[in-house]
């Protein structure tokens, strides 16, 4: 098999797990949360988003597109750290972080890191894009320094592996939307406002969710001290 029919398989299987990540990311954001139905939608929603990355890291290594690689790598630390927190419920009791997650936070850090360098790179050259760059690497940090200060300081929230979920999760399949869009919609000189809108749609919305399960949250815990 040569280079350009093996990154052709790759751009597939791009396609492939990103048409699979639309449909069942939605399917978990629609059904009962911790039911049967939203754990299988989630590991199938995971593993078309692990096809998405492995599919973007082929073609972006393949045709020197540096932006394609950060960015991928910015949706996929999302849709792991979505995935690996489920395993940190108890790290406000003392639970220690895993080395696994160690690992992947200092890799991370090096992208995200990368990816703002290269935004005010871009940026600098004039090319727009650079504000995507830097949006995502902002983004992805703050994620990042939050969980390195979970990691050696416990949160004070009972829930806060739910509400980190949420806003990976979420932060993942908006990611997997605007790729969608950029594709399918063009608006020369202002595609960037493609990669940025999304973005701060899905994150009032996502927001807004969780600022109701604090609520939610609050009243069960105010309601049980009462009780004692």
């Known amino acids: 098999m040569n280079t350009e029919t093996l990154l052709s398989w790759m751009l597939v299987l791009h396609i492939a797990g990103g048409s699979v990540a639309l449909l069942t990311g939605l399917g978990a954001m629609l059904t009962l949360k911790g039911g049967k139905p939203h754990r299988l939608f989630g590991k199938i929603y995971f593993w078309g988003m692990t096809a998405v990355f492995v599919g973007a890291l082929f073609t972006a290594i393949g045709h020197g597109r540096d932006f394609l690689l950060m960015v991928a ?3 996929y630390y999302m849709t792991v750290r979505g995935y690996r927190i489920l395993s940190q419920k108890k ?3 003392g639970q220690k ?3 696994l997650d160690w ?10 890191v990368g990816l703002v360098g290269w935004g005010a790179w871009v940026l600098f050259n004039k090319n727009p894009m650079g504000v995507v760059g830097i949006a995502f690497g902002i983004t992805g940090s703050s994620f990042l320094l939050n969980d390195i200060k979970n990691f050696l300081r416990p949160p004070k929230e009972k829930m806060h592996w739910w509400y980190g979920h949420i806003s990976s999760m979420g932060g993942s399949y908006i ?3 605007t790729a969608f869009v950029v594709v399918n919609i063009q608006l020369p000189q202002f595609q960037w406002v493609l990669w940025i809108l999304p973005g701060v749609l899905g994150g009032i919305l996502i927001g807004r969710t969780i600022k109701k399960y604090k609520l939610k949250f609050g009243e069960v815990y105010i309601a049980q001290a009462k009780s004692l």
Do not use: D, E, I, Q
């Not at 690992?103 to 992208?111: E, N």
């Open 73 to 75: 790598f910015f949706s």
């Open 103 to 112: 690992a992947f936070a200092v890799v991370s850090g090096f992208f995200m």
């Open 97 to 99: 972080a895993a080395l």
């Open 175 to 177: 990611s997997a939307v």
């Open 91 to 93: 790290l406000h009791a």
